[in-house]
């Protein structure tokens, strides 16, 4: 049975247990929900919940173990002769995935049998023609191990979803039945559902946690695999980034981080004061009718796709630039539209609603007894601005500053469309140069073998990204508690 449908009907029994249980709630009570110890919708909605969270609960962690055990059984049925290291095993799983994929369609499409598809001594040649009746064509480097293998993973598949099926309605019945049995009118179902719902909160709050510590170990990891195969100080101190998947590689990070530093600046140097003065203008001299409009036009920027904003770098800053900086514009300064500073400027035109729309409300949040206080003692507008409003408003500022430098840092699509993909360390903001974030892209991009260098480094440069991020998020927070406690 298709996920969905297994869904749908889980919703459907939770629907059918909330209707059951406010009923019987309601039947106990003779009618009168006064004598009842909740409301008669906590009666359904704790039916509802034995029915919907056991079960969906296991539909997911169903789906997540499922593929991997059977991913894993498969694995040992193709020889280890046939692959020398782990990106050809994940080769041969690819194309394991992809003979799977097309026996589900042959037999949907009615060339093959659901039995001829789970038959291990289906003649080979004959499952080549069937798949390829389907437009799934197999190259002659597929063996015949391969195949036995798709069947098996087919197999395991339908045997795997046959059985979530039926333990996922089985627990959803069994938790209908059950609350449904529970209910009377001395339950108390607000509290059950109470605690249900905390106990929901605090698996949302763990799951959240618990995904920036997989995110993290898994750098951590890799980094580590990393390390044993490339000197750490000639990543740290490299000023050549020259990867080679045949050997001899060099991956200095030094070049990925000016590139990143420098667009980086540029970027915030072109957001910050327009984004903080656009955020001074519409909180304190704009009329409402003004602010109403100008504020939602700058938020908009803040929802253009970075590749629009790649493309616009691409196909109308960068030629402009060069009309002006390039050979033909007499300076001679810039050689191609790619270039630090096509993609800094773009950047921070992308930044300029993270500062201006969150120092506007920081900005905003400043009490109006300051403003007062400072005019009435003889200040002007400006005056109160500079020396009140913005001391008080600084860490908010500050935080939104850190926020538009770490979205700059991890911009990639208009790095790679502006800036070009040239590792290097200049001074030029009109040289084409890269970023730490496109070299990650660029390494992980293809059938990456993770048993080298050149492809785990896409993680130790994952790595340093999350360091330096890490101890940006840690000086804003000492900004924003040093002011805090002055202007409280």
């Known amino acids: 049975m298709p996920a969905t449908w297994i869904f749908l009907i889980v919703l459907a029994i939770a629907a059918i247990g909330y209707v059951l249980g406010r009923s019987r709630a309601l039947a106990s009570a003779s009618g009168d929900s006064r004598n009842l110890h909740s409301l008669p919708s906590y009666y359904g909605s ?12 296991l539909f997911g962690l169903w789906l997540v173990v499922q593929p991997i055990l059977i991913e894993r059984h498969v694995q040992t049925l193709i020889p280890e002769a046939s692959y020398q290291n782990q990106g050809e095993l994940n080769l041969l799983m690819s194309d394991v995935h992809r003979i799977a994929s097309g026996l589900d369609f042959a037999v949907d499409y009615g060339a093959l049998g659901a039995q001829q598809a789970l038959d291990l001594d289906t003649d080979t040649s004959d499952i080549r023609a069937i798949l390829a009746s389907v437009g799934v064509a197999l190259g002659s480097d597929v063996s015949t191990q391969t195949l036995d293998a798709a069947k098996r993973y087919r197999a395991l598949s339908a045997t795997g979803d046959i059985f979530r099926s039926i333990a996922v309605l089985a627990l959803a019945l069994a938790g209908l039945g059950f609350a449904v049995i529970k209910t009377n009118r001395d339950f108390r179902a607000r509290n059950a559902v109470e605690r249900v719902i905390l106990s929901l909160l605090i698996l949302a709050a763990s799951l959240a946690i618990l995904t920036t510590v997989g995110i993290v170990l898994s750098l951590v990891f890799n980094t580590i695999e990393f390390f044993k195969l490339y000197p750490a100080l000639d990543f740290f101190f490299g000023t050549t980034w020259s990867p080679s998947f045949g050997g001899g590689s060099q991956l200095g990070i030094l070049p990925l981080f000016w590139g990143t530093f420098y667009i980086s600046l540029i970027a915030l140097a072109v957001a910050v004061p327009i984004g903080l003065f656009a955020a001074i203008y519409t909180s304190e001299y704009a009329s409402p009718k003004v602010r109403s409009m100008a504020k939602p036009l700058l938020e908009i920027l803040a ?11 691409l196909l109308t800053v960068g030629p402009g630039l060069m009309a002006v900086f390039g050979p033909n514009g007499g300076l ?6 790619t270039a630090v500073m096509t993609a800094g400027l773009v950047m921070g035109v992308m930044l300029i ?31 109160t601005i500079k020396q009140v409003v913005l001391p008080a408003a600084l860490p908010g500022i500050v935080g939104a500053i850190l926020l538009a430098a ?7 699509m208009i790095v790679v469309l502006g800036a070009g993909a040239a590792a290097r360390l200049s001074m030029n903001p009109f ?21 080298s260098p050149e492809a785990l480094v896409a993680f130790a440069l994952g790595m340093t990204l999350f360091v330096i991020t890490l101890g940006l998020n840690i000086f804003a927070l000492w900004i924003v508690r040093k002011y805090r406690e002055q202007y409280e």
């Open 406 to 412: 770490s979205r700059a840092i991890g911009e990639t």
């Open 46 to 57: 704790h039916v509802a919940l034995y029915v919907a969270v056991p079960s969906l609960l």
């Open 353 to 383: 609603p993270f500062v201006s729309s969150l120092s506007d409300d920081i900005i905003n949040s400043v009490p109006q007894s300051l403003r007062d206080g400072s005019l009435g003692l003889g200040a002007t507008k400006s005056e």
């Open 332 to 337: 001679g300064w810039m050689q191609g539209g």
């Open 303 to 313: 929802g253009i796709p970075t590749i629009v904003y790649g493309l616009f770098a």
């Open 431 to 451: 040289d084409a140069m890269t970023t730490v974030t496109a070299k990650i892209v660029s390494q992980l991009t293809g059938d990456a073998d993770f048993a």
